[in-house]
């Protein structure tokens, strides 16, 4: 009759050692893998950005715009500033903005019609041009001038157009880097919709209507 193998205490403990390294090596990997994977999402964008940021990324920002207006060429060319008349309407906290804004559009040749407090009691981040659907033109040459500006068609149909100064504005856009004068050719937003399809228009703040 044989007898059993005796119990070695220091191979049952070399034996434990390599169990407990095999389940930290494996949890190790486990986590870099995670970590790997969390990193690439992060790294294309599938993580991380806010909804301002994702709207950002979008034409407009997210917002339906008009397409231009074109001529019989089939071409929609800017609108010479001395013929834009514009409001500027102060959406921020940030007293006196309204004023520098418009001294600085009237400095650069546009028609000036006022400024005011923008109604209400929201404060508007992004700066927004307002206009309707007869100014679709002018309101591109404007916008022109702001680089984060949303444009936002509502339902007036006079050729006012509105400038309501959100709180990221800081600063026009450098007048050398922007198609001055009539008769430049506009790049309407990407997936731009035609006026009379855009439905549910906002309603444009009170103003004495300007032809």
């Known amino acids: 009759m044989t007898s059993p193998e005796a119990f070695d205490e220091r191979k049952a403990r070399q034996q434990f050692v390599r ?20 990193a690439f999402l992060f790294y294309f964008g599938v993580l991380g950005k806010s909804s ?4 950002a990324e979008k034409p407009n920002y997210g917002v339906i715009a008009p397409c231009a207006t074109t001529d019989n060429t089939g071409t929609a060319k800017t609108v010479a500033n001395g013929n834009v008349t514009v409001r500027v309407l102060n959406g921020t906290d940030k007293s006196g903005l309204a004023n520098a804004v418009s001294s600085a559009l009237k ?10 407090d923008y109604p209400g009691t929201t404060t508007l981040k992004r700066t927004e041009i307002r206009f309707g659907k007869n100014a679709i033109n002018q309101a591109y040459t404007v916008a022109g001038h702001f680089n984060d500006a949303i444009m936002r068609m509502d339902d007036r149909s006079d050729k006012l157009v509105d400038v309501v100064i959100g709180s990221t504005f800081s600063t026009l856009t450098d007048e050398n880097a922007v198609k001055t004068g009539a008769d430049q050719q506009i790049t309407s937003f990407q997936n731009c919709v035609a006026a009379d399809k855009i439905t549910n228009l906002p309603k444009a703040v009170d103003h004495a209507a300007v032809k």
């Open 19 to 38: 169990d407990r390294q095999k389940i930290v090596f494996t949890i190790a990997i486990a986590l870099l893998a995670v970590i790997l994977v969390v």
């Open 52 to 55: 301002s940021a994702k709207a």
């Open 107 to 116: 400095n650069r040749g546009f028609v000036t019609k006022g400024v005011a």
